[in-house]
């Protein structure tokens, strides 16, 4: 039932010994878990419209605003505004590969993003149909590492939050004649669907529990369920598929910009791969202007109020796409000096009306462009020699404006190709082509897996890496 502004939701609660954002999670509209209930991110903030609440310790008579995750109700009913997780957003869907082949089953493939999750529905080698939504298990965090956290005390319902961001993307395409599913996604999410414990991959030497995952039939109506296999801890079945639909060459790169940004060099001297912590900046985290790529957020940016929203509507923060052309666009304008500070000094600047990103929100742009940066020159300089063209994968490369990710010093000046979703891609091929799974689990064992930081050079990469060109 909409509330009172149009991008806010109203949710009748009962009085319940738990907390508001186990309540909220369970409903229709969820709240923004971005920092998993920790009581840090601020983004589970509702506004209590009636009965009496205990936040954080005091009891509270609404009208108030109080963190769903620190948050009970007292006596009740009480009735509790809230802006859940936006459901229309980017959800990648395309990639540009290889044809699938034109067999005559029914299949669907499933690209399990910590974010978001896509599915498509596939008959002669054609995409008969879309799905796309957002993964459930945002209420325990929106990285991987709150996920690997929660995975400890609440394994099963990691792994029900994500069955259940499925099942309605399956029940939208129809499975009536579906004759098998494949999975893919990065090496947490590919545990967690399958039920495992992630916890070895938070800790030193981040070892999974899986890369091989068997065939189920066992988590939608018996319908025979395939996963692509995982190559390590932080370089996922996304990546396996990646690979395998770019039939990556030497002296070619293969980049999923991420939370983590996952990288994969085939070179004369062996296949390397390695994972940079970029953080979540370019997926809104940390900054008060910061928005994943959902309506209201500004996608593209050209300064001097121009700017294009997703959703064409009123903006009210920006995306990653539209943050690195912010960096760009006021660099070459003069209003962000190399250190990023604000030129003339001020202590933030206005891209539209209301939306302001402070000196400390480009901080955190700058350190996520400078791991992207140090991820590939660190290990170009390893093998000794620079990529002759990198292929980009990801919803977010998908976006980018890749002059401007070259002109700030993020991306090297390097031939490239956006390749879209090839994890999709390679769960479609896994799905129809059930035969190439030995195929994958051979690719597995090709890249020899280079901790960054104990490359040489890392550091300095990285702190070249936080200048603006
Ligand atoms: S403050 Fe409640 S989820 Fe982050």
Not at 191 to 219: K, M, Q, Y
Request: net charge negative; hydrophobic share 40%; proline share 6%.
């Amino acid at each position: 039932m909409p509330g009172p502004a149009f991008w806010n939701m109203r949710v009748l609660v009962e009085k319940s010994d738990r907390l508001l954002s186990e309540i909220l999670a369970e409903g229709e509209f969820m709240p923004d878990m971005r920092c998993g209930g920790n009581g840090t991110c601020g983004r589970c903030r509702v506004t209590l419209v009636s009965g009496v609440w205990e936040a954080e310790g005091e009891i509270v008579s609404a009208p108030a605003e109080a963190l769903a995750c620190r948050t009970k109700l007292l006596s009740g009913p009480g009735e509790v505004d809230l802006v859940p997780i936006p459901g229309n957003g980017k959800i990648s869907a395309e990639w540009n590969a290889l044809p699938l082949p034109a067999k005559p089953e029914t299949v669907i493939a499933v690209d399990i993003g910590t974010t978001t999750i896509a599915a498509v529905k596939i008959r002669n080698g054609e995409v008969t149909a879309k799905a796309g939504g957002f993964n459930a298990q945002s209420k325990y965090g929106d990285n991987v590492v709150t996920r690997i956290h929660y995975a400890g005390t609440d394994l099963a319902g990691l792994q029900n939050s994500v069955l259940d961001s499925i099942r309605p993307l399956l029940l939208q395409l129809g499975t009536e004649d579906v004759r098998r599913i494949a999975v893919a996604g990065n090496t947490v999410m590919t545990c967690l669907f399958h039920g495992l414990d992630p916890s070895g991959i938070g800790v030193l030497p981040f070892t999974p529990p899986a890369r091989i995952f068997p065939e189920r039939n066992d988590l939608f109506d018996e319908i025979p369920v395939l996963t692509v296999p995982c190559i390590a801890g932080y370089v996922g079945g996304d990546i396996t598929a990646g690979l395998y639909e770019t039939k990556l060459k030497p002296e070619e790169m293969l980049i999923d910009i991420g939370t983590n940004c996952e990288i994969v060099f085939h070179t004369e001297k062996g296949i390397f791969c390695t994972a940079a912590a970029a953080g979540p900046a370019f997926e809104g985290a940390g900054m008060g202007c910061g928005r994943r790529a959902v309506d209201g957020a500004i996608d593209h940016y050209s300064g001097n109020g121009k700017y294009t929203v997703i959703g064409n509507g009123k903006p009210d923060g920006l995306c990653g796409s539209g943050m690195v052309d912010f960096l760009a666009v006021e660099r070459a304008a003069g209003h962000l000096n190399e250190f990023g500070r604000i030129q003339p000094k001020n202590e933030c600047f206005e891209v539209a009306d209301g939306v302001k990103i402070y000196e400390c929100d480009i901080e955190q742009l700058l350190k996520a462009k400078a791991a992207v940066w140090a991820g590939i020159r660190t290990l170009e300089s390893y093998v000794g020699a620079g990529a002759e063209k990198i292929y980009l994968a990801g919803g977010f490369a998908q976006y980018l404006n890749l002059e401007n990710a070259v002109r700030i010093g993020m991306l090297p000046e390097r031939k490239y190709e956006i390749v879209g979703n090839t994890s999709l891609a390679g769960a479609a091929r896994l799905a129809v082509s059930p035969e190439i799974e030995t195929d994958l689990e051979a690719l597995i064992d090709l890249p020899r897996e280079l901790p960054l930081n104990t490359l040489p050079g890392f550091e300095d990469n990285f702190i070249d890496g936080l200048l603006l060109n």
